[in-house]
T-cell receptor
Framework: AQSVTQPDIHITVSEGASLELRCNYSYGATPYLFWYVQSPGQGLQLLLKYFSGDTLVQGIKGFEAEFKRSQSSFNLRKPSVHWSDAAEYFCAVGASTDKLIFGTGTRLQVFP | EAGVTQFPSHSVIEKGQTVTLRCDPISGHDNLYWYRRVMGKEIKFLLHFVKESKQDESGMPNNRFLAERTGGTYSTLKVQPAELEDSGVYFC???????????FGPGTRLLVL
């Protein structure tokens, strides 16, 4: 069965520190992969996506993610976190039928 | 260009009552999706419309949930009668074509008391 695992429920970092949010997926075919972010009181915003091609994907707000087929991972990274990055982050895989399968989310807290 | 909009933003109802949620997709998007996040768990797929047709409704939890998309524009999701476990955030998303990026609305927060 298709699934997405985000092993970190809650992460706390200091402003200016680097960030890596982990995502592992289980999917039989070539996956479509996404990272969405939900800021407090807001809806889900697409950060970046991987469909094919270059395995290092650049997104908005300075985020990037790397698709590693051998590790079934699609980790999200940012070199220097800003206080406004505090939010909940969701990794998702696109299944063959178009529906998205989400992980449980990682809540990011940023300390000044 | 307007994004996906959802109404209402919040709804508080009593067990046994009926609630109808509305989603207006991005203009021109044929694909419309409903998702739900219950009690801080993962966001789960409910169903997918292509225009006015239900393409995939495998995620609908039971027959208390009825989704419609008359005319292929906006969609409604009705819960009748609502139960306590229906509380959560209901998200709507739309995409222009099959397997393209889904753009999400702000969600409707439903609380069943």
């Amino acid at each position: 069965a298709q699934s997405v695992t985000q092993p970190d429920i809650h992460i706390t970092v200091s402003e200016g520190a680097s960030l890596e949010l982990r995502c592992n997926y289980s999917y039989g075919a070539t996956p479509y992969l996404f990272w969405y972010v939900q800021s407090p009181g807001q809806g889900l915003q697409l950060l970046l996506k991987y469909f094919s091609g270059d395995t290092l994907v650049q997104g908005i707000k300075g985020f990037e993610a790397e698709f590693k087929r051998s590790q079934s991972s699609f980790n999200l990274r940012k070199p220097s976190v800003h206080w406004s990055d505090a939010a909940e982050y969701f990794c998702a895989v696109g299944a063959s039928t178009d529906k998205l399968i989400f992980g449980t989310g990682t809540r990011l807290q940023v300390f000044p | 260009e307007a994004g996906v909009t959802q109404f209402p933003s919040h709804s508080v109802i009593e067990k046994g009552q009926t609630v109808t949620l509305r989603c207006d997709p991005i203009s021109g998007h044929d694909n419309l999706y409903w998702y739900r996040r219950v009690m801080g768990k993962e966001i789960k797929f409910l169903l997918h419309f292509v225009k006015e047709s239900k393409q995939d409704e495998s995620g609908m939890p039971n027959n208390r949930f009825l989704a419609e998309r008359t005319g292929g524009t906006y969609s409604t999701l009705k819960v009748q009668p609502a139960e306590l476990e229906d509380s959560g955030v209901y998200f709507c998303a739309s995409s222009l074509r099959h397997k393209e990026t889904q753009y999400f609305g702000p969600g409707t927060r439903l609380l069943v008391l």
